[in-house]
């Protein structure tokens, strides 16, 4: 478990640190309505067994009630129980998480997600292969 997470966090640092471009991302979903955003996956997906580690952008095509364009989530998912929790959040005021960040850390813990809900879908697209 050490190794996984050593290797997850060298891959997140380095793809954090860098800058995005829409290029690298992997655009998962839209939501239209009530606000347009757009829901991108990293192409980079760390697995051990059933638990996945990626990386979501959220990128709002307005900024939000806090002046933020975009989220970059740090998160790990467990494909067997439709379940996910974040490790970590950057708020970026500009979007493709591009700009000086916010770092919102919290204590991680698992959730139960909607299975008609975007961060569900978003789930089973990196469990499945990125299909």
């Given at each position: 478990?050490?190794?996984f997470?050593?290797?997850?966090?060298?891959?997140?640092?380095?793809?954090v640190?860098?800058?995005?471009?829409?290029?690298?991302?992997?655009?998962?979903?839209?939501?239209?309505?009530?606000?347009?955003?757009?829901?991108?996956?990293?192409?980079?997906?760390?697995?051990?067994?059933?638990?996945?580690?990626?990386?979501?952008?959220?990128?709002?095509?307005?900024?939000?009630?806090f002046?933020?364009?975009?989220?970059?989530?740090?998160?790990?998912?467990?494909?067997?129980?439709?379940k996910?929790k974040?490790?970590?959040?950057?708020?970026?005021p500009?979007r493709?998480?591009k700009?000086?960040?916010?770092?919102l850390v919290?204590e991680?813990?698992w959730?139960n997600?909607d299975?008609?809900?975007?961060e569900?879908?978003?789930?089973?697209y990196?469990?499945?292969?990125?299909?």
């Amino acid at each position: 478990m050490k190794k996984f997470r050593y290797l997850f966090y060298t891959l997140f640092s380095l793809l954090v640190f860098s800058t995005p471009s829409l290029g690298y991302w992997e655009l998962v979903t839209k939501q239209e309505e009530p606000n347009k955003i757009d829901f991108y996956v990293s192409p980079k997906v760390v697995r051990e067994g059933n638990i996945v580690s990626f990386l979501f952008l959220l990128d709002f095509h307005k900024k939000n009630e806090f002046g933020d364009s975009s989220y970059l989530i740090e998160v790990n998912g467990d494909c067997s129980n439709n379940k996910t929790k974040h490790l970590l959040t950057l708020r970026h005021p500009e979007r493709m998480g591009k700009g000086k960040y916010i770092k919102l850390v919290r204590e991680p813990v698992w959730m139960n997600l909607d299975p008609d809900g975007i961060e569900n879908k978003v789930l089973k697209y990196v469990c499945n292969g990125n299909k």
